[in-house]
C-alpha cells in the first residue's frame, strides 16, 4: 500500500525528473468558488508523467536493462517514454489504435517503440503482457500500481501548498491512479476535506465498483474522455479509492463537451475529454459546489487531438444553443433562397453553411428543401429566429 513517506519521496524524484509544479488558477467564469489544477500545462501535457518518473526511479538496474513496457491510451505513454529515456532504459508501449494522433506522434517523440492495438485500453493492456512474457520486458503499469499511486499523489502535495484552505478537490477516474493518489495524500494531511471522483456515464466501472461494493467491469468503454476508457479498474486503486474517496459522479458526453468549450473559451485552458470532467461535474449540477469555500477541479491532461478537438466544440457549441440548424421549404425558383438568406441575417445570425436538397418526397415538386448552419449568440437567439422564420411562412421541418 502506499504510504506518505512514499508520495513526499515521490515529489522530490519527480521535481529531478524535470516536471513542472503546475499553477492552480482561479476560474470564477466556471463559478466563483472554483480554481482548476492544471496538469494540462505538465511537460507531456498530463499528470502521468509524475507516476511514471517515480516508478521508473524505483526499478533495478536489471529490471531497467530488460526494458520497461507499458499499455496507455497516451498519457502514461508519454510519461513513461520520457522517464525511461531520459535514464537510458527502452521502453515499449502498447496503445490502442483509437488513441489521439498527437499522442501516438507523442510517444514516439519521447522515444518509445509504439505498438498499436486494435480496441480499447484493456485490448493493449493484454498485448503488452503477451510481449512482456515473451520477451522479459518489465511493465509499468499505468495506475495499479504503489509507486505510480504515489507519484501521482505529489498532486495532492502541491495542491494543499498552493491552496491550504481548499474544502473539495474533484478528481477524474479512468483507471484510478490519480483519484486514489490524491485522495490518500489529502486525506492524509487535510481528512475534512471533501474528495470527489468523476467518471464518464460510458465508461464508469470505478463508480459502479464503489457503489457496489465489489471490483467490477463495465462493457461500454465508448467516451470523448479517451485517457478514462478502462473498462476494470485496479484492485490496489479500488482499495484506496473505496475507503478514500467521499463520493463518486458520473457525467454525460455532452456535458465533457460543453466543459471543455467553457475551459478553453472562458479560461484560455485547453483540456482533453478526461481533464474536462471534474470542471463537467460542476457545471451539469453533478457536484453540489455551493457548500464548499474554495473548490479545486483537476485539469488532468491536455493532450487532445485537433480533429478530434474540432469535432468536439463543435458538438459543444450546438448543445450551448451557438450553432443553430435551420431545414425548411423554399419555392424552387431565382430569389427565394435569397430572401431566405436575407431575413437570417436580419436577426444578427452569421451563416455557416447552406445546402440544397431537390429530390425530397415531403415538400411540392416546385419546392426544395434548404438546410442551414448557422452562428447564434444564445438559446433566447436561436428561439427568436425559429420564431421570425414561422411568421414570415417558413415551415420547419425536422
Do not use: W
Not at 465489489?214 to 485496479?234: Q, Y
Not at 484560455?268 to 449540477?285: L, Q, W
Not at 455557416?352 to 415538386?365: C, G, K, P, Q
Amino acid at each position: 500500500m502506499i504510504n506518505m513517506d512514499m508520495i513526499k519521496e515521490a515529489h522530490e524524484v519527480v521535481k529531478a525528473a524535470g516536471a513542472v509544479y503546475t499553477p492552480v488558477l482561479h476560474a470564477p467564469k466556471v463559478a466563483e468558488n472554483i480554481y482548476l489544477k492544471c496538469e494540462n500545462l505538465q511537460k507531456t501535457g498530463s499528470f502521468k508523467l509524475r507516476g511514471a518518473a517515480y516508478k521508473i526511479s524505483k526499478l533495478t538496474d536489471a529490471e531497467k536493462a530488460a526494458g520497461v513496457i507499458a499499455c496507455s491510451a497516451g498519457n502514461h505513454a508519454q510519461g513513461v517514454a520520457l522517464s525511461a529515456t531520459s535514464q537510458g532504459v527502452k521502453s515499449i508501449i502498447c496503445m490502442p489504435a483509437s488513441a489521439p494522433l498527437a499522442k501516438v506522434e507523442a510517444t514516439k517523440g519521447f522515444g518509445a517503440e509504439v505498438v498499436l492495438v486494435p480496441g480499447v485500453y484493456d485490448d493493449a493492456y493484454a498485448k503488452a503482457l503477451e510481449l512482456q512474457k515473451e520477451h522479459g520486458y518489465t511493465f509499468a503499469h499505468p495506475y495499479n500500481d504503489d509507486y505510480v499511486m504515489a507519484g501521482q499523489g505529489t498532486i495532492g502535495l502541491e495542491i494543499l501548498e498552493q491552496l491550504p484552505d481548499v474544502d473539495c478537490v474533484i478528481v477524474p477516474i479512468g483507471g484510478g491512479g490519480i483519484a486514489a493518489g490524491i485522495s490518500y495524500a489529502i486525506k492524509q494531511l487535510k481528512p475534512e476535506c471533501t474528495v470527489i471522483g468523476v467518471q464518464a456515464d460510458e465508461a464508469s466501472a470505478m463508480v459502479n465498483s464503489i457503489r457496489n461494493g465489489v471490483l467490477g467491469t463495465t462493457e461500454t468503454c465508448n467516451t470523448i474522455a479517451d485517457g478514462c476508457a478502462v473498462k476494470a479498474p485496479g484492485d490496489k486503486t479500488f482499495a484506496v479509492c473505496k475507503e478514500m474517496l467521499d463520493d463518486v459522479v458520473t457525467v454525460s458526453e455532452e456535458s465533457i463537451a460543453i466543459a471543455m468549450l467553457t475551459l478553453l473559451e472562458k479560461n484560455k485552458i485547453s483540456a482533453e475529454g478526461a481533464g474536462a470532467m471534474p470542471t463537467a461535474a460542476v457545471m451539469s449540477g453533478k457536484v453540489d459546489v455551493s457548500k464548499y469555500k474554495n473548490v479545486v477541479c483537476m485539469v488532468s491532461g491536455g493532450n487532445v487531438d485537433v480533429g478530434v478537438q474540432t469535432k468536439l466544440l463543435t458538438k459543444a457549441l450546438a448543445a450551448t444553443d451557438r450553432i443553430t440548424e435551420i431545414r425548411t421549404e423554399v419555392s424552387d425558383k431565382a430569389g427565394s433562397l435569397v430572401k431566405l438568406i436575407n431575413l437570417i441575417s436580419s436577426t444578427g445570425a452569421n451563416i455557416l453553411e447552406i445546402s440544397h436538397e431537390r429530390n425530397v418526397t415531403e415538400v411540392a415538386i416546385t419546392s426544395c428543401v434548404v438546410n442551414i448552419a448557422v452562428e447564434t449568440r444564445d438559446k433566447e437567439h436561436k428561439n427568436s429566429l425559429y420564431a421570425l422564420l414561422a411568421e414570415n411562412g417558413y415551415k420547419h421541418i425536422r
